[in-house]
């Protein structure tokens, strides 16, 4: 996924550095070079051989060598991208108002390729109005930022300032490798996952849908700026803390959630598997084990048809349809018959592989994408803003 990429891991002096050497693991499994500066502070927390056996490069820790390299220019100069993890307070500062006193600083201001950064600290010092303006500072300038998480921080206060999973690092780098925040000032609504019916107080009826697809579309439009209304119903993997969901579990919540947040976005991604039936009566105690037992059931509500009717001008509805058989004919029929936009007709035949294969359908275009999830996540946001018209950049 990351193949041939080079990637400079700057670590600085946060009680989190420890955490960048499995992200550089991580990023070589990915098939990346990896090259790392340390800080003088993060020498103190972290020890450079841990990342020159894993890179299997020197770690770069000073500006002045006396062999001819210039390492604050070098290492510019090489990087595809640069990711500031931890970023400590100090170098958020020092990179807002160019200072360049140290090989990393020195370096951020001789970058002109993106430059990723990790806050991570004790919330006061996030909360700090000079971190925040630094910042906003830094964003306006064009940097990325990952928020971080809330939770027991290593200070042992509670609140805002942790270091987030490395797993999420690499869908913005992999993002920013690729894109900017390209899809900022647009609102976009996303479903995922499997409703559940309940039959009785123990017992429910779903399906196979693990919710994946739509949370890498939700992640992908998210890292490129859109404002992602999320909905989901069960999914199998933990949703991430930049990604607040709004949780439903029958196909009657998730119409609920739908029709009530739908209209003031300019993108609706239906990606949930919404049950089409549910049991006539939902059971109020549990139905002891006897003979066969009939389920009787009853269709529910076609949510993604009624948006689609009474659409907003401009509004963008894409569905999904998970076909055995005839993929693209079932699935552009059922475009045209719900008046859909676009269509993604997933092949259930390969669901569940690590790499997806779908294809993208609109009235005028089709097109099979391929990759890991978060891969045609944002191939289909691509083909997304070419529907609306979007196609200036
Ligand atoms: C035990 C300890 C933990 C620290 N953890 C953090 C941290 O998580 N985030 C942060 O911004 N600063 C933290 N600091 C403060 C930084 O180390 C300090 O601001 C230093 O100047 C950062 O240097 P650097 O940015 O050049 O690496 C910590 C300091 C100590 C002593």
Redesign the pocket.
């Known amino acids: 996924m990351l193949e041939d990429r080079k990637i400079l891991v700057a670590v ?5 550095a420890f955490k960048a050497i499995s992200l550089c693991s991580m990023l070589k499994k990915q098939g990346a070079e990896v090259r790392v500066i340390l ?4 020498l103190r927390f972290v020890s450079p051989l841990s990342f020159s056996a894993i890179t299997r490069h020197p770690v770069a820790t000073t500006l002045w060598k006396e062999n001819g390299e210039i390492p604050h220019i070098d290492l510019a100069d090489w990087a595809d991208i640069i990711v500031i993890a ?1 970023a ?4 958020i500062a020092k990179c807002a108002h160019g200072i360049a006193d ?1 090989l ?1 600083s020195s370096t951020f201001l001789a970058v002109t390729g993106p430059v990723l950064f990790v806050p ?3 919330v006061h ?1 996030l909360e700090n109005p000079a971190t925040q303006a630094n910042l906003a500072l830094l964003k306006q300038r064009g940097c990325f930022t990952i928020e971080p998480e809330h939770g027991i921080l ?1 200070c042992g206060y509670e609140g805002k300032g942790r270091y987030p999973e490395n797993e999420e690092i690499l869908y913005y780098i992999r993002a920013y490798l690729q894109y900017t925040r390209d899809w900022a000032g647009k609102k976009v609504m996303i479903t995922a996952g499997a409703c559940r019916e309940s039959i009785d107080p123990m017992r429910y009826i779903s399906n196979r849908s693990s919710g994946k697809m739509g949370l890498a579309l939700a992640r992908a439009a998210s890292i490129r700026g859109a404002e992602v209304t999320l909905i989901t119903a069960d999914v199998t993997e933990i949703i991430p803390a930049y990604l607040p969901a709004i949780k439903v579990s029958s196909a009657a919540e998730m119409y609920d959630a739908c029709l009530k947040s739908y209209s003031n976005h300019e993108l609706v991604i239906m990606a949930a598997a919404v049950s089409d039936y549910r049991p006539t009566y939902e059971q109020k105690s549990k139905i002891k084990k006897g003979e066969n037992l009939q389920l009787e059931l009853v269709r529910t509500k076609d949510i993604i048809s009624e948006m689609a009717q009474k659409k907003n001008d401009g509004q963008i509805i894409c569905g999904f349809a998970a076909e055995s058989e005839n993929i693209i004919e079932y699935a552009r029929e059922k475009m045209l018959r719900k008046g859909l936009d676009c269509i993604i007709a997933n092949n259930l035949k390969v669901a569940g592989a690590a790499a997806t294969n779908c294809h993208f359908i609109s009235p005028s275009l089709e097109m099979e994408l391929s990759g890991d999830k978060f891969d045609v996540a944002l191939q289909i946001l691509d083909l997304l803003k070419t529907i609306g018209g979007d196609n200036d950049d």
């Open positions: 600085t002096g946060g009680i989190a800080t003088d502070n993060a931890p400590t307070a100090n170098i140290d990393l991570a600290m004790n010092m290593a």
